[in-house]
């Protein structure tokens, strides 16, 4: 099974900026269809972020950050990215990598391989 690690968290002001990381290790990234980003605030479910079909690039994003939020991978270092731009308080969370959801890319209980998780603290 993969392992996954996120990095680049941190504590922010609103506007700011944020990369976080995901790297793989165990198996190579290209043998899973789909990454996916999600987070979890406090006394709040978990919920879906972004995804990106690893193959070819497309990426899928939750209406509350598309426009904000960019997901990207590196196939070499076999790292996905999240690019969090304009961010806001409400975007605070435990961001968490996740990796080949067996059902639909945006259902958390799809995926087996999950991250220990980033946190992202925007302040007002």
């Known amino acids: 099974q993969v392992q996954l690690g996120e990095s680049g968290g941190g504590l922010v002001q609103a506007g700011d900026s944020l990369r976080l990381s995901c790297a793989a290790s165990?198996?190579?990234?290209?043998?899973?269809?789909?990454m996916g980003w999600f987070r979890q605030a406090p006394g709040k479910e978990r919920e879906f972020v972004a995804a990106i079909y690893w193959r070819t690039g497309a990426t899928y994003y939750a209406d509350s950050v598309k426009g904000r939020f960019t997901i990207s991978r590196e196939n070499a270092e076999n790292t996905v990215y999240l690019q969090m731009n304009s961010l806001k308080p409400e975007d605070t969370a435990v961001y968490y990598c996740?990796?080949?959801?067996?059902?639909?890319?945006?259902?958390?209980?799809?995926?087996?391989?999950w991250g220990q998780g980033t946190q992202v603290t925007v302040s007002s």
């Open positions: 996740a990796a080949d959801p067996k059902g639909n890319y945006n259902d958390y209980s799809a995926y087996a391989s």
């Open positions: 165990g198996r190579a990234f290209s043998r899973y269809t789909i």
